[in-house]
């Protein structure tokens, strides 16, 4: 038996700390799959690597936006009534703030759970 692959789309979450520098850190994927029904975000802060960049960079702040990340993932606060597409699309919109989605790219998976964890692994850790 074959397993069935269907397209799903994702962008990196990148943080920018000091936005008129334009370095950035890889701090997350965002994954949609409409026909999976699933959309999440999977997030991870290397301090140190953030710290390289700007000494100063506001941690606490910048862990508190990734899990408003996530919660958005849920439909809390604000997209409450949006659908996940609505959602993937307000996330991954152009943004001048220190947290950003990078270009959306697109694959296939049989599990996107499984997927995210791959490309956290992979484009993030």
């Known amino acids: 038996m074959t397993t069935k692959l269907t397209p799903y789309e994702y962008a990196i979450i990148q943080a920018v700390p000091r936005i008129e520098r334009g370095e950035l850190i890889n701090v997350g994927v965002l994954l949609y799959s409409q026909r999976h ?22 941690v606490a702040g910048i862990r508190t936006a ?17 659908r996940l597409g609505e959602r993937f699309r307000w ?34 850790r």
Do not use: K
């Open 66 to 82: 990734l899990e408003a990340w996530e919660r958005t993932c849920t439909g809390g606060g604000a997209s409450e009534q949006m």
């Open 91 to 124: 996330l991954v919109a152009p943004r001048s703030t220190i947290l950003r989605a990078g270009p959306v790219h697109m694959g296939l998976t049989a599990d996107p759970s499984t997927e995210l964890d791959r490309l956290v692994g992979l484009l993030v």
């Open 37 to 58: 029904d699933f959309l999440s975000a999977r997030t991870h802060l290397a301090e140190s690597r953030l710290r390289a960049l700007d000494p100063a960079a506001d």
